[in-house]
């Protein structure tokens, strides 16, 4: 079993940033992919970024140049630093895990609410 805890989220200006921390406790968490999702209000939950076990990152269009995913093995941390945020980016992000070659993420934090003002 695998336990993520969000944190960093809050309210910020158009053009500001925040950096959002997952905690990830439990079993081994080297080897998973882990991934920052994000879901606004009516709408469906979308991946923003991910990142391999490797150290490996990838990026949604939407944020890409903008949002840096990073992980931190040996404190069991995941990382999303976010510029340049824009208003559209207001969303409860969420931190989840997956086994490497398993098609859907298994683990789940409860989220932290980021809101960008105009």
């Known amino acids: 079993q695998v336990q993520l805890v969000e944190s960093g989220g809050g309210l910020v200006q158009a053009g500001g940033s925040l950096r959002l921390s997952c905690a990830v406790s439990?079993?081994?968490?080297?080897?998973?992919?882990m991934g920052w999702f994000r879901q606004a209000p009516g709408k469906d939950r979308e991946l923003a970024a991910s990142?391999?076990?490797?150290?490996?990152?990838s990026y949604a269009d939407f944020v890409k140049g903008r949002f840096t995913i990073s992980r931190d093995n040996a404190k069991k941390t995941v990382y999303l630093q976010m510029n340049s945020l824009k208003p559209e980016d207001t969303a409860v992000y969420y931190c989840?895990?997956?086994?490497?070659?398993?098609?859907?993420?298994?683990?789940w934090g409860q989220g932290t609410q980021v809101t960008v003002s105009s």
């Open positions: 439990g079993r081994t968490s080297s080897g998973y992919f």
């Open positions: 989840a895990a997956k086994i490497p070659g398993v098609s859907q993420y298994s683990y």
């Open positions: 990142i391999s076990p490797g150290g490996i990152p």
